[in-house]
Each structure stands twice: as C-alpha cells, then as structure tokens.
C-alpha cells in the first residue's frame, strides 16, 4: 500500500458547511486534499468522493464538464448527511489523450485509498459514476458498501463529454438519454 504524510491541517468553511482539510504527500511528491465532516467511524461505512482535481471544471466553472457540480454536489451531500483542446477539434476525451499519447484515463486510487486508511476508514459508500474509481478502492483494501450515484445535469457543452465516460469509458450515467 501507498504511504501517504499528512502535511498540514485546517478548517475549511465552504458554502456546504465545514469541513476538515487535511493536505497530505504521496511519495512521488503530490499533494492531495481530504475534506472531513463529522466524526469519522472506524466500524460503520463512510460517505466518501474520490475527486480528481480539474482547474477548469473546479475552479473556473467550465461547462464542458462535470466536475465542477460533481465536487459540489458530494460536498452538499456529505454535508447534507453530516458525515462528511483537441477537444475543439472533434476529439472526444478518450481521443484526445491518446492523440496527446497520454493514457486514455491516468487516475490511480491507492493515494486515496491511503488517506482514507490514514483516516482509519475502512468502510465507505462512494459517491461516484465511475466504477473504476469502486475497483481502485477495493483492491487497495477499502470496502465499497454502496456505489452512490452522483446525478449532475447535462447541458450543450458537456453532453458529448458525459456520453463519451458513459459510452467508452464505462462510467455509470443512463440518465444521459
């Protein structure tokens, strides 16, 4: 398993409520963000977002995908529950990142799964489409309770992206048509 070091920790008020950032560093040198609400419970399972950072989705608000809403939703909804350019040329994601020899999808999971080892969470409901992110998690020792579906509208500018996850990537979105 992946050894992770927590670096740092702060409150973090956002529009969702508190949470705990706990900033942690992989032995490669990134550092990652666990956002904790609530008590975390060593027995039952804990709602948990895997979220993988996109500047644009994110921060900018970018229509062209789903991140942005997918990392507000989960926040509204732990905190709910109180746990816790090829592209512009016709290529779709997958297309993309291999015309760019980049993997079609470079995500791993066994820095998340250590944090949330570090966290002493073992058992999780994961509020996710992509059942990647679920396999990751499992083979890295943490309990997949619950896939918990995060339903984020489409619009124009992102519908090709969304069937694209659906349709070549596998990621869990039927509600698309």
């Known amino acids: ?19 705990i950032a706990r900033a942690y560093r992989a ?12 008590q975390l419970d060593e027995v039952d399972a804990v709602l948990v ?17 789903d991140c942005g809403p997918q990392l507000e939703q989960a926040l509204e909804i732990v905190a709910a529950r109180g746990a816790y350019r090829l592209q512009e040329h016709g290529a779709d994601t997958v297309d993309a990142n291999t ?18 080892h570090d966290l002493r969470v073992k058992r999780v409901l994961l509020l996710t489409n992509n059942p990647a992110k679920q396999r ?5 020792g943490i309990e997949v309770i619950e896939r918990v579906p995060l ?10 992206y969304l069937r694209t996850k659906r349709d070549r990537l596998g990621h869990l979105l039927n509600e698309l048509d």
């Open 1 to 19: 398993m992946t050894a992770v070091e927590l670096i740092a920790e702060a409150l973090l008020p956002t529009g969702s409520g508190p949470f």
């Open 136 to 140: 990751g998690l499992e083979a890295a």
């Open 99 to 116: 015309a760019l020899g980049l993997p079609v999808d470079d995500r791993a999971y066994d820095v998340a799964a250590a944090i949330l």
């Open 49 to 65: 977002r895997v979220h993988s950072e996109c500047l644009t989705g994110d921060v900018f608000g970018s229509l062209r995908c």
């Open 27 to 38: 032995p490669d040198g990134t550092e990652h963000v666990a956002l904790v609400r609530g």
């Open 151 to 160: 339903v984020v509208a489409s619009n124009p500018q992102n519908a090709r």
